[in-house]
């Protein structure tokens, strides 16, 4: 099975608040997963990424953190500001090929000043 | 960072008719493009794996006939949407894969840096 499949669908999160996204993924061979973030109209940015060899990664206030064993994922964006607000990808690849990238269905936040 | 534009970001058109998206890498090259479709509110499809000087492979259920995929040079990848229908009205983004290199010798990984999107509408 290729699928991730991320939760939840939408999000609302006070200003200052942290605002938190969940992914599973069953592909064992996934061993690459980046978070990406879409404004309207907008293609995908990349925000950050994480190999399995780690359980965290931090950069500013995203922070992913990794479980491989149960196969999940989650993006924790701490102090959420308004400019936050946009629909958040996961996915999931085979880092030595990326191949292709395997999506969530996305997530939109909406951050409340 | 790496660079990828479209052109153009968005365009309307007639039914019938062909539209042609372009997708350029513009500080790299890129042996290997990607081209999503995405709907409203819903998350990016893939319809195909463009290889520079070799002919695309297509994703499940999508019609190779109808979306025509060149990738002629090592920063161009086009898609042509062939007698456009309403139906064909999307959100079409291309994305280039790029080898990020990691110091002391160890093996890079793979990235994809996505373009603007372009928004099709065919009335």
């Known amino acids: 099975q290729q699928q991730v499949k991320q939760s939840p669908q939408s999000l609302i999160v006070q200003k200052g608040g942290i605002s938190i996204i969940n992914c599973a993924y069953e592909n064992t061979a996934f061993d690459y997963f980046p978070w990406y973030q879409q404004f309207p109209g907008k293609g995908p940015a990349l925000l950050i990424a994480i190999r399995p060899d780690v359980s965290e990664k931090k950069e500013g206030r995203f922070t992913i953190s990794f479980n491989k064993s149960a196969k999940q994922f989650s993006l924790h964006i701490m102090d959420s500001q308004p400019g936050d607000s946009a629909t958040y990808f996961c996915a999931a690849s085979i880092w030595s090929t990326a191949r292709q990238l395997t999506f969530g269905s996305g997530t939109q936040l909406t951050v409340l000043p | 960072g790496a660079v990828v534009s479209q052109h153009p970001s968005w365009v309307i058109c007639k039914s019938g008719t062909s539209v042609k998206i372009e997708c350029r890498s513009l500080d790299f090259q890129a042996t290997t493009m990607f081209w999503y479709r995405q709907f409203p509110k819903q998350s990016l499809m893939l319809m195909a794996t463009s290889n520079e000087g070799s002919k695309a492979t297509y994703e499940q259920g999508v019609e190779k006939d109808k979306f025509l995929i060149n990738h002629a040079s090592l920063t161009l990848s086009t898609l042509t949407v062939t007698s456009a229908h309403p139906e064909d009205s999307s959100f079409y983004i291309c994305?280039?894969?790029?080898?990020?290199?990691?110091?002391?010798?160890?093996?890079?990984?793979?990235?994809?840096?996505f373009g603007p999107g372009t928004r099709l509408t065919v009335l």
């Open positions: 994305s280039a894969r790029v080898n990020i290199g990691t110091p002391s010798g160890r093996a890079g990984y793979n990235e994809q840096f």
